[in-house]
């Protein structure tokens, strides 16, 4: 049974920094690329950020965001800086086959995190 779990949201003010964490199990982690998707209320799911299976490849939607993944821990890690109140939203991290920047390229989803950036 495939897991991903994510970590490390909560509040904090604008201009701080966090770092999420996304945990998987019941996949071979290496095979997949990860990516990081937000939504916040009454919006779609929009890429934040994605890392191929070979951690080659990173890719951000914004300078101030970005991820790497440690295949020996199966753990992808995005981290956050100059956070703004529009950064408000629900986080999740997928997995997919293939680097994909779309969500309905992942077939693996976690539960997603809350982060909130009060202004």
């Known amino acids: 049974q495939v897991q991903l779990v994510e970590s490390g949201g909560g509040l904090v003010q604008a201009g701080g920094s966090l770092r999420l964490s996304c945990a998987a199990s019941?996949?071979?982690?290496?095979?997949?690329?990860i990516g990081w998707f937000r939504q916040a209320p009454g919006k779609g799911r929009e890429f934040v950020a994605g890392v191929r299976r070979s951690g080659g490849g990173t890719y951000a939607a914004d300078s101030r965001f970005s991820i790497s993944r440690d295949n020996a821990k199966n753990t992808v890690y995005l981290q956050m800086n100059s956070l703004k109140p529009e950064d408000t939203a629900v986080y999740y991290c997928?997995?997919?086959?293939?680097?994909?920047?779309?969500?309905?390229?992942?077939?693996?989803w976690g539960q997603g995190t809350q982060v909130t950036v009060s202004s």
């Open positions: 997928a997995a997919a086959v293939g680097m994909s920047f779309q969500a309905a390229g992942y077939a693996y």
């Open positions: 019941g996949l071979t982690f290496s095979a997949y690329a």
